[in-house]
C-alpha cells in the first residue's frame, strides 16, 4: 500500500470520525433540548400550580372572610331584634307594675272616687294574701311584714285571715306578730332607684327559716315568668329563648 492509498484511508477514518462526532453532538443537542423543554415545562406547571394554589388560598380566605362578616351582621341583627322585643316585654310588665299600684293605693279620696270600694278591694287581697301565706308555711307563730302605709289595713284584716286559715287548716289560730321593720314603701319619683314594693305581705316562720313572699311585685314575677312564653308568642308569633 503507497502513500496515497494510506493518506486516502486515513481521510476517510477522519470522515467517518467526524460524522459520527457531528452525529453524537446532534443527539446530544437534540437531547439537551428535550430535557430543557421537559425541565422548562415542570417548571412552567410547577409555578402555575402554585399560583393556582395561592389563588384557591386566597379565594377561600376571602370566601371565610365574608361568612364571618355575614354571620356578624346577621347576629347583629338578632341580637337588636331580641333587644327590641326584650324592651317591649320590660315595658309591658313595667306598665303591669304601674297598675299594681293602683290595686293598692288607698291614699285617701282621689281612687275611691273613680273606683268604688277600692280600698275595701285591697282590703280583701290583702286578706287572701296572708291566708295563703299562713296555709303555705302552717306554723303556729309566724311574723309578718308589710308597707308602713298598709298597717292599717293589715290590722283590719288579721283576726279573719287567722280565723279562715284555721278552719281551713283545722288547727288552732296561729299568732302573728307584725314586725316592726316594714317593707320599702311603694315606688315614687321621688325614689325611683330605691327599694320599694307594691303592696302585699311577706310571712316568716319564727326563726326565719321558712319565708313566704307574697307582695304584689313578687306575685307579678311569677306570673310574668311562667307567663312569658305564651306572651312572647303573642307578641311575635314565636316562643324564643
Do not use: W
Not at 439537551?32 to 380566605?61: C, G, H, P, S, T
Not at 284584716?157 to 307584725?178: D, F, M, Q, S, T
Not at 311585685?217 to 308569633?237: H, Q, S, T, Y
Request: proline share 3%; charged share 30%; with cysteine.
Amino acid at each position: 500500500m503507497n502513500d496515497a492509498d494510506v493518506s486516502k484511508q486515513i481521510q476517510q477514518m477522519v470522515r467517518f470520525i467526524r460524522q459520527e462526532a457531528e452525529e453524537k453532538s446532534n443527539e446530544i443537542s437534540v437531547s439537551a433540548e428535550e430535557e430543557f423543554n421537559i425541565e422548562k415545562l415542570q417548571l412552567v406547571e410547577a409555578e402555575k400550580k402554585k399560583i393556582r394554589q395561592e389563588y384557591e388560598r386566597k379565594e377561600k380566605q376571602v370566601d371565610v372572610r365574608k361568612k364571618i362578616e355575614y354571620s356578624m351582621q346577621l347576629n347583629g341583627s338578632r341580637i337588636k331584634v331580641l333587644q327590641a322585643q326584650d324592651d317591649l316585654v320590660n315595658t309591658m310588665k313595667e306598665a303591669a307594675a304601674k297598675e299594681l299600684l293602683k290595686v293598692s293605693h288607698h291614699h285617701h279620696d282621689l281612687v275611691d272616687l273613680i273606683i268604688p270600694h277600692h280600698e275595701d278591694s285591697y282590703k280583701k287581697l290583702l286578706h287572701g294574701l296572708i291566708v295563703q301565706s299562713l296555709l303555705r308555711l302552717k306554723e303556729p307563730c309566724v311574723l309578718m311584714r308589710c308597707r308602713k302605709h298598709d298597717i292599717h289595713e293589715v290590722e283590719h284584716v288579721l283576726h279573719a285571715a287567722k280565723e279562715e286559715y284555721a278552719e281551713k287548716a283545722n288547727v288552732h289560730a296561729p299568732e302573728i306578730i307584725i314586725d316592726d321593720i316594714h317593707l320599702p314603701p311603694a315606688p315614687s319619683h321621688h325614689n325611683m332607684h330605691g327599694p320599694s314594693c307594691s303592696g302585699g305581705v311577706v310571712l316568716a316562720s319564727r326563726d326565719g327559716k321558712i319565708v313566704c313572699e307574697n307582695t304584689l311585685d313578687a306575685r307579678l314575677e311569677v306570673v310574668f315568668r311562667k307567663k312569658l312564653p305564651e306572651i312572647r308568642k303573642c307578641l311575635f308569633g314565636q316562643v324564643t329563648a
